[in-house]
C-alpha cells in the first residue's frame, strides 16, 4: 500500500515513524481522555436506556406515598384527583427474617401483591419460579439478589418474624422490580443483598398477620401525562392527613430512583470534566510537538511551496498528520473505552438490579468522541499549522537565524559565578523562552493533578468511612422499632444477654417549610451526651445539641434559605402531627444527607410524646452474640436490626473495592500524562539542542556533561512543577468535591500525605525514565550526521 | 567569448527578435530587520529571453539569490515590477504565483532543501506527482548520474549527490523556466560537468529559459549571457558568442 501513496504523504507516514515515541504519547493522551469519554457515556447510556425501558414496560410509578392505615374505601378518593391515571394500594410492613445460615437477623419487607396476577404498576419480572397461587398463604415471591445471595431456590423457606410469631415462608419465585432496582434499605449507605429482601405476598395473607383486612398503608400513583406532580402530592397528603399519611412524594424522593439518577448524573460529569482535562493536555502536547516539526521543516516547507504545493496543500499536510494522531488515539481510546465501559456496566450490574443490562458501544458516542478530540487538537494546532501555511516561501529558503540569547535575570544581577557554564547554558535555555517554559512545566503539573483527581476519592471515602463509622457510630447493633416505645423499652433490651450499653434514638419524619420551600427529611432526636451515638461535623469534632431548638445540617439550612437563629416551620408527619415554629439553633457542615438534630426530651415534648424513641443503638459483648441474636429475633417490636460491622464490611466489599479499580484506571492515566509530558518536553529539547550538543562533544565535552546540560533542564521544570502541580491539583480536587455536592453527599475534600507523596513520586519516575530514554538517545548522538545535515 | 559590456536592457542583436520571457523594472528588494534596512536589491532591470541560458555571477551578498527569487514567483519585489509572458507577477496574489510556480518553474535551492525524510526517488516524486508532463523520476536522476542511489536518504548521500537530486527534482518536470542557485558549488570537475551537462540538455532539447548563479566563472562559458550582479545591482551583461559544452569549460 506504501507504494501507492504519493511521495507526500510518503513524507508524512516518515514522519511519524521518526516522531512514534512522542506520538505515542500524545495518541495515549487522547486515548485516556477518549477513554473516560467512552467509558462514562456507554455506561451512561446503558443505565439511562434500561431505566427508560424499564420503567415503562413495568409501570413504575410516579407517586409514593406511605400512611398508617387507611380504609380502601378512600381508593376512588384518590383515583377521583385530577392527573392521576392509576392507583395502587398494597400493604407493606418491615419484619425481620431468620435466614438459615445466617447467625445475624436480616431485614426484611412484606409487600402485598393480588393473589392472581395483574396488570398493575410496580410490575414484577419473574426471575425464576412461577407466580403464586390463590389461597396459599406461605407463598412468597422474593428479591432475585437475596435469593442469588443465600443459593435460595423456588421451593426454599425463609422465616419471618410476623408479629411477634415465627412464620415459616416458602419461596415460589424469584423477581426483580423497579421500585428496587437500588435494593437498600432505610439508613444504609450500600446494598446487602444478605440482610435486605423485599417479599411480596398475597394480598389476603399479609391483610390477615397485620389485621389490615379492607385496608392499605401504601399508595401508588401513576400520572396522566402532563399532570402537575406537586398539585397531585399536596392532595394526596390532604386525603391522607388523618389517616396517618408519611407524607407524598415524587420519584426524586424514592430511594432506589434517586440513586440510579444520581448515578447518571455523576457519569454525566465525570465524562465532561475528566476528558476535558485530558484533550486539553493532548492539544497542548500536539502544539509543543507540531510547532517544533514545523520550525525543523521550515526549509521544507519552503521547497514544496516553491515547487507548486499551494498552502492548501502544505496545509493540509500538516493537518493530516494531526488527524492520524487524533483518529489513533480516538481509536485506541474507543477500545480501551469499550472495555472500561463493559467492566463498569458489569459492576453496575451487581448494584442495580435490572432485568438486563445491555453494554452497547453507539456509533454516535464514537462520532461524538472523534468530534470533541478534534477540535481539541484543532485549538491546539490550527495556530502552528497557520503559521506553517503563511511562511514566506522565499524567506524559508534561508537558514534560521542563530537564536539570540541574552544573560539571565539571576547573572544579570551579578549572581553570575555562582553557576557553572553549563549551568547558565540551562537557565539562558529556559529564560529565552519563558512561555514555552512555562507550558512544559505546566503540562508536568498536570499530570500531578491528574494524579491528584485520580487518587483522592479513596482518600475521601476512607475519610467519610472512618467519621462514620467510628468517630459518630460506636454502637454494635442498632434496632429499629414498629412504634415509637417508652423508656419502659430502654431497661428490656438493656437485659438482654451481652447486652452493655443501651442508647434510644428517635426518627421522625418530618417537613420542614420556610415560606414556600419544603424538604421531607427526618429529625433525629439524640440523648444528653450520647456514646453510642455521636453527633459530629464533618472534621470529626463532637458537636454540642443544644437543649432546645433543631441543629441543622448546613445543606438543609441552605436549600431552605435559612441562616442560624432563624425559625423554621416542622410539620411532623408521624405520631400527633403537630405543626410547630421551631429556632434553629446551631448548623453543622456533614458530608451526608441533609438530616436534622434535636434533643430527644425536646422532640418528644414538641410531639408531645412523654419519653418515647424509635431506634436502639446498643454496644454488646461479643462472645455472646449468637444468644443476643435468637433473643433479638424474637422480639415482637423489631422492625429492623442492623449490624454495625457487617455493614462496615460490605461497604468496604462493595464501594471501595470499586473504586480502588476505578482508582487503578485513574492512576494508569494520570501516569500516561506524566510520560507523555515529560518525554516530550525532553524530545523536544533534544530535538532543539541536538546540533548544540553534538558541536559540545566535538568540542570535548563527555557525554555526562552534555546530559547535564539537557537533563538539568528538565530537572529545573520538573522541580518547578511539584509545587505548582500540587495547588493545582488542589484546586481541581475543591472544584470537582464542588460539582459534585448533592444533597445526598458532600464528598469531603481530604488528601492523605500519602496521596501527595505518591503523585510527586509518580511524575519524578515519569521524568527520570523519560530522562534516561532520552540520555541513551544522547549516547547515541551520531556527531557527523548532526553536523552534516542543515537545520 | 566577447566582453563587450552592454547595457542591461539592451536586447540580443539578432535577426529575429527573440521573446523576451521575464522583463524585470526596476525592481527593489529591501529586508526590514526590525529598525535597520537591508537593501538587497537597488534597482535591477533585466529580460530574459526565450530558451536564452544566463550565467549570473556577483560577490557573495550582492543579490543574487533575492533577484532569482523573485523571478521565479518566490519573493515579491519591495518596488519595480516583473511580467513572466502576459503574468505580473508583482501584481499575483499568493495563489496565482503558487500556479506560477507550479506549471512552469524548476528550482535548484543554494541549500539543495531535499526532504530528508524521503529517498532521492520519493523526493523527485514529490515534484513529478504535480507536474504536467513529467519525466519519471528514474529518468530524471539518471540525466545527474545518480541511478545507483534511487533508494538513498539524503542523509545517506554526500553534498555533491544531495545536490544532484536537488537537480534532478528541479528538471524532472521539464519545467519552461530552470533558476539554479550554484547548482554545482559542492561537486568535483567531473560531476560538476555531469550536472551541468543535463541542465543544458534540458536547456537545449525543451527550450527552457534557464538562469544558474554561479560563483565559478568557468561557467559562463556555456551561456548565452553573463549577467554581473554587484551591491544590489546589474553591474554588467555580456553576451558569449563562443558557446562550449560543459565538457570542454576550463574549470
Ligand atoms: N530574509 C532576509 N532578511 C534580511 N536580509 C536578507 C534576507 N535575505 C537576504 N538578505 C540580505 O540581502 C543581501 C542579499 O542577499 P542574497 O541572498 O540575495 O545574496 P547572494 O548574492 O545570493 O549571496 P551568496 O552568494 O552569498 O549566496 C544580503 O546582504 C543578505 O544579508
Ligand atoms: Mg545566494
Known sequence: MFRFLRAIDRKLVRDIWHLKGQMTAIISVIACGVATFVMSLTALEALRTTQEAYYDRYRFADVFAYLKRAPNTLIPRLAEIPGVAHVQTRVARDVILDVPGLPEPAAGRLISIPEVERIDLNALH??????????????????????????????????????????????????????????????????????????????????AAFDMEGAFNDIALDLMHGADEQEVIDRVDRLIEQYGGMGAHGRRDQISHRFVSDEIKQLERMGTIVPSL?????????????????????????????????????????????????????ATGCGVGCLLGRHMTTMYAKFYKFPILLFSLPAKVIVLAFLVSLVAAAIGTLGVIRKAVKLPPAEAMRPEPPTSYRPTILERLGFASWFSQPARMILRHIERRPLKSFFSMFGIAMAIAVQLLGR????????????????????????????????????ELQHLPGVLRVEPRKMVLVRFKNGHITRRTLIQGLVDEPVLNNLIDEQGRTVELPEEGVVMNAKLASVLGLKLDDTVTIQFLQGTRQTVEVPVTRLISENLGTFAYMNLRALNRLMQEGNSFSEVNLSADLDQYDQLYEQIKKTP??????????????????????????????VIFACVIAFGVVYNTARIALSERGRELASLRVLGL????????????????????????IGCGLILVKLVCHFLNSEMYRIPFVITAKTLGMSVLVVVVAAIVSGLVVRRRLDELDLIAVLKTRE | MSTRPIPAQSTVPSVA??????EARGITKIYRMGEVEVPALRGVDLDLFEGEFVVLLGPSGSGKSTLLNILGGLDVPTSGSVRYRDHDLTKDDDAHLTGYRRKHVGFVFQFYNLIPSLTARENVALVTEIA?????????????GMSHRLDHFPAQLSGGEQQRVAIARAISKRPDVLLCDEPTGALDIETGILVLDAIERVNRELGTTTAVITHNAAISGMADRIVSVADGRIAQVRVNTHKQAPSELAW
Open chain 1, 456 to 491: 483522592f476519592p479513596a482518600d475521601s471515602l476512607g475519610h467519610l468511612l472512618e467519621l462514620q463509622f467510628h468517630v459518630s457510630e460506636r454502637q454494635d447493633l442498632r434496632i429499629t422499632l414498629y412504634e415509637s416505645a417508652s423508656w419502659q423499652g430502654v431497661y
Open chain 2, 132 to 144: 504536467a508532463h513529467p519525466m519519471t523520476p528514474e529518468e530524471a536522476l539518471g540525466l545527474v
Open chain 2, 17 to 22: 527578435q527573440p521573446y523576451a520571457v521575464f
Open chain 1, 278 to 330: 485530558f484533550l486539553s493536555v493532548a492539544a497542548f502536547l500536539l502544539n509543543v510537538v507540531l510547532s517544533r516539526i514545523i520550525a525543523l521543516q521550515r526549509d521544507q516547507i519552503a521547497a514544496l511551496k516553491a515547487f507548486g504545493y499551494s498552502n492548501f496543500e502544505v496545509g493540509l499536510h500538516y493537518m493530516k498528520l494531526v488527524l492520524v494522531v487524533v483518529v489513533l488515539g480516538v
Open chain 1, 126 to 207: 419473574l426471575r425464576s419460579g412461577r407466580y403464586i397461587e390463590p389461597g396459599r398463604d406461605d407463598e412468597v415471591l422474593v428479591t432475585d439478589g437475596f435469593a442469588v445471595a443465600h443459593g435460595f431456590h423456588p421451593g426454599d423457606r425463609v422465616t419471618a418474624i410476623i408479629n411477634g410469631r415465627r412464620r415459616q415462608l416458602r419461596i415460589v419465585g424469584t423477581v426483580l422490580s423497579p421500585e428496587y432496582i437500588y435494593t437498600i434499605r432505610l439508613g444504609s449507605l450500600v446494598p446487602d443483598d444478605k440482610r435486605f429482601a423485599i417479599m411480596w405476598m398475597g394480598e389476603r395473607s399479609i391483610s
Open chain 1, 702 to 725: 563527555t557525554r555526562g556533561e552534555i546530559s547535564f546540560i539537557l537533563l538539568g533542564e528538565l530537572a529545573v521544570l520538573t522541580l518547578a512543577a511539584i509545587p505548582f502541580g
Open chain 1, 637 to 666: 417490636r423489631a422492625a429492623n436490626v442492623a449490624v454495625k460491622q457487617v455493614s462496615v464490611d460490605s461497604f468496604r466489599r462493595t464501594v471501595m473495592d470499586n473504586m480502588l479499580q476505578m482508582q487503578f484506571f485513574n
